[in-house]
C-alpha cells in the first residue's frame, strides 16, 4: 500500500463522530446516518467522489474505534473492487499522528486475507493499493507509514498462524523467520537436533520425542548502532506447529485450532520485523522453541521426570502440558543474555481462553519490588496499541500447587487457576525481570468483526512494538 496526499478518490471515505456535520453531497442521509458507533454507509453522490463512505466512531472516539472502522471501510472497498481509497482527514481529539497510524493500520488488517490454498476464485481480492489523504496536516504520510508496517507485520504473524500445519513443521517456522530476518536486516540463527541435544534443552527434547519432524530453537537479533539499552529485551514464543495434547490426546472437536499454537512465536518474530523495519533504537532478542506434539512410538509418557535445560527436574504428569516444557528451556538459557527485561508469549492454557476470552491476554510477572509498575506499562501499551492485557495474581501459595512427589516440580497444578500455575511453573526457571503473556484466547478469532479477521489475529505484534517504542522514549 503507498501513501501519499492528494484529491478525493472514486472511493473516498468520511469519518464521522456522533452529531457532526455530513459532508456536502451526503445532506441526504441525514436520516440514516448519526454517526453512531459501528454504523456505516455507502453513497452515491451527483457531484464529488464516485462513492462516499461515511462510517461512524460514535461520542467519544478512540484509536481503536478508528482502527475497527478503517476495517470495516477496508472491506467495503474490497467488495467494490476499489483499490485507491482516500481518507478525508477526520476532525477528532486525538494526536494528528495517531489518527493516522490507527487508521492505515486498520485498512491494513481489516482488508487481511489468506488466500494461499484457494484454487477457485470466487471473489477475486481487492487489496488496497493506494491510501491517499485529503486534508491532512503535516506528518501524516510518515504516521500513516507506522501504521502501514504495524498492519503489515500483524499480517505476516497472521499468515504464520493460518498456514496449513501439514506444510509448517518447526524448520520451516524457523525458515519463514529466517526469511523475515534476511528482508528486514535483522540476524537469524536457527539450531536443529544436534545444538539442541548439545544445549541440554530436555524439555524440548522430550516433547519432541513423539514426531517425525527434528525440534527448532530460532534466535533472532535487532541490535542497532544507537540502541538505547546496553542489556537486551529477550522475546520468547511458544512454537508448538500442532499440539494434539500427545499421550495425554486432545478430543477431536476443536483440535484444528491447534495448528495456531505456534501464535506465540508468530507474535514475537511479526514484533521483531516491526522492530527492525521502524528501525526503533532498541537492542532485541527473540528466541523461538519449536516442535509439534504428537503421539508416537518414543513419545514421553505420564510418569516421566525429565531433566530440563536448567538442571531442575520436571513430572509429566499431562503431556498436553507441552508449552511450558519447551518455554521453560528458552527461559532458563536466556540468562546468558543478562537481559534487561524477558517476554513470553504463548497459547497456553484453555483456562485463559475461559477467564478472558478473546478480548484480552493474560499477563503475569514475576514477585519482586518492579512487579506493579511493570505490569501498568504492559496494560497500558496493550491498551494504546489494541492488543489489550490484563494481570493475574502470581501469589506463592499457587505454587504449591506444583509440588511433586518425585521431581522438583510437576507439569500440571490441577484445574484450579489453570492458567496461574502455568505462569507459577514458567517463574520456576526465570531470575530476571519477565513477563510472562498467554495469548489462548485472543490469537485465534472465530469471526471477522472490525479489523479482526477470522483465523489467527496476529496478538502481540503490535504490543511488542508499542512496548519497545515506549522504551526507546525511556517511558
Ligand atoms: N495449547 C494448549 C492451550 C490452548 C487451549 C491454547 C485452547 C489455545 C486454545 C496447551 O498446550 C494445553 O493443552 N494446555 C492444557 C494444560 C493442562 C493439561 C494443564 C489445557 O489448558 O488444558
Ligand atoms: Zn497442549
Ligand atoms: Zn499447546
Given amino acids: 500500500m503507498t501513501t501519499s496526499t492528494g484529491l478525493p478518490a472514486s472511493f473516498h471515505l468520511v469519518f464521522l463522530s456522533e452529531g457532526a456535520d455530513l459532508p456536502v453531497g451526503a445532506e441526504v442521509a441525514a436520516d440514516d446516518f448519526t454517526g453512531k458507533a459501528e454504523s456505516s454507509l455507502v453513497l452515491y453522490p451527483a457531484d464529488g467522489p464516485k462513492r462516499l463512505v461515511l462510517l461512524g466512531l460514535g461520542a467519544s472516539p478512540d484509536v481503536e474505534t478508528l482502527r475497527k472502522q478503517a476495517g470495516v471501510a477496508a472491506r467495503l472497498a474490497a467488495g467494490k473492487k476499489a483499490t485507491t481509497v482516500s481518507v478525508q482527514w477526520p476532525d477528532l481529539d486525538l494526536a494528528d499522528a495517531e489518527v493516522a497510524e490507527a487508521i492505515a493500520e486498520g485498512l491494513v488488517l481489516g482488508g487481511y486475507r489468506f488466500d494461499r490454498y484457494r484454487t477457485t476464485q470466487e471473489e477475486p481480492p481487492a487489496i488496497i493499493e493506494a491510501l491517499v489523504w485529503v486534508g491532512a496536516p503535516d506528518g501524516t504520510v510518515e504516521a500513516s507509514e507506522q501504521g502501514r508496517i504495524l498492519g503489515e507485520a500483524t499480517s505476516f504473524a497472521r499468515d504464520l498462524v493460518n498456514t496449513s500445519p501439514g ?58 548502532a544507537d540502541a538505547v539499552n546496553e542489556q537486551p529485551i529477550v522475546l520468547v514464543g511458544k512454537g508448538i506447529v500442532f499440539d494434539t495434547g500427545g499421550l495425554s490426546l486432545k478430543p477431536s472437536s476443536g483440535m484444528e485450532k491447534m495448528k495456531g499454537d505456534m501464535g506465540g512465536a508468530a507474535a514475537v518474530i511479526g514484533g521483531i520485523e516491526a522492530v527492525a523495519r521502524l528501525k526503533l533504537p532498541v537492542w532485541v532478542i527473540a528466541l523461538v522453541p519449536s516442535t509439534d506434539n504428537r503421539p508416537g512410538k518414543n513419545a514421553y509418557v505420564p510418569g516421566e521426570v525429565i531433566t530440563m535445560h536448567s538442571g531442575a527436574t520436571v513430572e509429566v504428569l499431562n503431556t498436553d502440558a507441552e508449552g511450558r516444557m519447551i518455554l521453560a528451556d528458552a527461559l532458563s538459557f536466556a540468562k546468558r543474555f543478562e537481559p534487561e527485561l524477558v517476554i513470553d508469549f504463548a497459547t497456553l492454557t484453555g483456562a485463559q481462553v475461559i477467564a478472558l476470552g478473546p478480548l484480552a491476554a493474560a499477563i503475569m510477572t514475576n514477585e519482586d519490588d518492579g512487579a506493579e509498575a511493570r505490569t501498568q506499562r504492559v496494560v497500558d501499551a496493550g491498551q494504546r496499541s489494541g492488543d489489550r492485557v490484563w494481570p493475574l495474581p502470581m501469589f506463592a501459595g499457587y505454587k504449591k500447587l506444583l509440588e511433586s512427589d518425585v521431581a522438583d516440580l510437576k507439569n500440571v497444578g490441577g484445574r484450579a487457576a489453570g492458567t496461574i500455575t502455568a505462569g507459577k511453573f514458567l517463574e520456576h526457571f526465570t531470575d530476571y525481570p519477565w513477563v510472562h503473556v498467554d495469548i489462548a484466547g485472543p490469537s485465534f478469532a472465530n469471526a471477522t468483526e472490525g479489523y479482526a479477521t477470522k483465523g489467527g489475529t496476529g496478538f502481540g505484534v503490535r504490543l511488542i512494538a508499542r512496548m519497545i517504542q515506549d522504551r526507546a522514549l525511556k517511558k
Fill in 167 to 224: 506444510d509448517q513443521s518447526a524448520t520451516d517456522l524457523a525458515m519463514a523467520a529466517k526469511r523475515s530476518a534476511d528482508a528486514h536486516g535483522y540476524e537469524a540463527q536457527v539450531w536443529s537436533m544436534g545444538e539442541i541435544i548439545q544445549e541440554g534443552m530436555g524439555g524440548l527434547l522430550a516433547v519432541n520425542r513423539g514426531s517425525e519432524e527434528p525440534p527448532t530453537f530460532t534466535r533472532l537479533e535487532w541490535k542497532p
